[in-house]
């Protein structure tokens, strides 16, 4: 008699509304992610995500940064409660905290993100004004594994919005979100089933080495 796999154990981090965090639960809820998200962690405890995890039946818990000396002291309380529910992926959603070498290596290989911007361009915060600044036809988001270089780990996926002449930040970053919610569960659903890995030479789908991030094209109509 065989039985299915045990679902990916996963930890999600987060800063505020959270609804990259909701649009991956509601995919693992939705049986369409092999993964069940036993812990949702703040670095603030008026993260909206918080309440939203705790209302689609999640753990979810706020460690302030606030609390503790410095960042050695405050990323060691993030590793001790992910590692108490032992996950094979640690996703940050909108987590706005660099995180140290340490915490980088405790999770190599197994650390996902969402930046908003196609990576490599616009690294750091305020990523939608720098496109419109620029006069930039085109802007995105990049799911990334984690590395020690800031925004600059190996991009899985990436989806790319055209730029609006009307366009503001405000307009621009929901349009990039509505992107987020599809392209970062469908990195994890390919990490939860075995076919995305990264090593010391790169990223490898189903089987593959990535030579480039792959990239998914959304127009203004459909976002
Ligand atoms: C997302 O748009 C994500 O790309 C960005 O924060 C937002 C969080 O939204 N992340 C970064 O800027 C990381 N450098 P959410 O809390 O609604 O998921």
């Not at 609804?19 to 693992?28: D, L, T």
């Not at 309380?77 to 909108?94: F, K, N, Q, S, Y």
């Not at 190599?108 to 616009?122: E, F, I, K």
């Not at 720098?130 to 190996?154: I, N």
Request: charged letters at 20%; aromatic letters at 4%.
């Amino acid at each position: 008699m065989s039985s299915a796999a045990a679902p990916l154990r996963v930890a999600i981090l987060l800063s505020g509304r959270g609804s990259n965090m909701a649009a991956i639960a509601r995919g693992c809820a939705a049986g369409e992610i092999a993964a069940r998200i036993e812990l949702v962690l703040a670095d603030r405890a008026d993260a909206a995500g918080l309440d939203l995890a705790r209302g689609l039946g999640l753990a979810a818990a706020a460690v302030p940064r606030a609390g503790f000396a410095d960042r050695e002291a405050f990323e060691a309380e993030l590793r001790r409660r992910i590692d108490a529910c032992d996950p094979g992926l640690v996703v940050l959603a909108g987590f706005m905290r660099v995180l140290g070498p340490r915490f980088v290596a405790a999770y190599a290989g197994r650390l996902l993100n969402v930046h908003p911007s196609l990576l490599p361009r616009h690294k750091g915060l305020g990523t939608h004004q720098k496109v419109l600044d620029a006069g930039e036809p085109e802007h995105g988001a990049s799911v990334h594994f984690v590395t020690a270089d800031l925004d600059g780990g190996p991009v899985v996926l990436q989806a790319r919005v055209p730029v609006l002449p009307d366009d503001d930040p405000a307009r621009l970053s929901a349009r990039v979100q509505r992107c987020e919610h599809i392209i970062y569960p469908r990195v994890v659903q390919w990490f939860a089933a075995g076919r995305l890995r990264c090593d010391a030479a790169g990223v490898v789908l189903d089987g593959r080495p990535l030579a480039a991030p792959l990239v998914e094209d959304f127009d203004a109509v459909t976002t």
